[in-house]
């Protein structure tokens, strides 16, 4: 017979979030990077600001979180030693138990895109935009991006979107490129789903070791960390052991000196004598580049012949 009984009102209760049990089984998933903005959200408010449906078990003596399992499991990382929530005290058939649950999770209203747009464009401040948790499929920042090329209508996927402000766009840019350049010639479209943890991993620990919760300057330090380690790059395209390359094409001057830029007054000396080699006809004046074998092979050559080095200034 089915359970039609009305439930008693549940009461008010305050206490240590991990004295409760959390589902085994929970329909309801939440994305790291919500996550996450959940667990910043709550250490700013100092308590939860919604409140979790437990239900006393008498039976087992267990206190069962039915719903908001991630907003307990978020106060719990966030160092909160009390919260409220909603508790059932008397008895609830398995059935029941999960009738709540799953209406909980799935009986919500919808937003009128014309009034949330409306209130997030009142939100001034960057942090209070992100505070929100209102992702760029909600605001509809970004465009659709068709993935029906795939050709595969199981493929278990996650899509990863970087967003940055003008001023670092630049950088970035500069960055992928000089990554993407040192690989091989073919394209890869679709990215394994441990390189999708990989980077939630290097955010996390960026996050942590500079102490900072915004996901785009997290993605600036590790890029910084890129900066200084373009020569590592070159094992995309030179075997040290050999001193050979390993593929066709061309590769980024990055890779081969470890940095994008030099001083203006070493470029100086460089350019004066990569004209005067062209000026020569000893370098092709639409291949200036090649300066730079000459003048290693002119180094070698002279080591060779065992003449000293000259002076350095």
């Known amino acids: ?44 408010d100092g ?24 907003r307990t499991l978020a106060a719990i990382e966030a160092g909160l030693p009390q919260i409220w929530w909603m508790q059932i005290d008397e008895p609830l058939p398995r059935q029941r138990q999960i009738a709540l649950q ?9 937003d009128d895109p014309a009034i949330l747009k409306e ?28 993935v ?14 970087f967003m940055f402000l003008p001023a670092e766009l630049a950088r970035a840019e ?31 620990t960026s996050r942590a070791a500079y102490k900072i919760g915004n996901s785009a300057t997290a993605l600036g330090v590790i890029l910084a960390v890129f900066e200084r380690h373009l020569a590592e790059l070159a094992d995309g395209w030179f075997d040290a052991a050999t001193g050979e390359p390993t593929r066709k094409g061309t590769v980024p ?6 940095l994008r830029e030099i001083p203006v007054e070493s470029a100086a000396v460089v350019r004066v004598v990569v004209d005067q080699l062209v000026k020569d006809g000893i370098v092709p004046e639409k291949e200036p580049w090649r300066a730079l074998e000459v003048l290693a092979t002119s180094r070698t050559d002279d080591e060779a012949a065992g003449e000293p080095e000259p002076e350095r200034p």
């Not at 029906?148 to 979107?161: I, K, M, R, T, W």
């Not at 500069?174 to 991993?201: K, N, P």
Request: hydrophobic content about 40%; overall charge negative.
């Open 1 to 44: 017979m089915e359970d039609t009984t009305r439930l008693a009102p549940p009461q008010m209760v305050q206490g240590d979030p991990r004295t409760l049990t959390l589902l085994d089984i929970n329909a309801r998933f939440l994305p790291h990077e919500q996550f996450r903005q959940l667990v910043t959200n709550i250490e700013r």
């Open 47 to 70: 308590c939860l600001t919604s409140t979790p449906l437990v239900w006393n078990d008498a039976e087992s003596g267990r206190l069962v979180v039915l719903s908001g399992n991630h």
């Open 102 to 110: 799953l209406s909980h999770n799935a009986i919500a209203g919808q």
């Open 119 to 146: 209130l997030y464009d009142e939100l001034e401040s960057v942090e209070w935009r992100q505070y929100t948790g209102l992702d760029d499929k909600t605001l509809d920042l970004l465009e659709k991006v068709d």
């Open 148 to 161: 029906s090329s795939l050709g595969e209508a199981n493929l278990d996927f996650a899509s990863v979107q």
């Open 174 to 204: 500069a960055a992928f490129d000089a990554a993407r350049s040192t690989a091989a010639a073919d394209r890869r479209w679709v990215a394994g789903l441990e390189q999708y943890e990989q980077v939630l991993d290097g955010l996390e």
């Open 253 to 258: 001057l990055e890779t081969l000196f470890g």
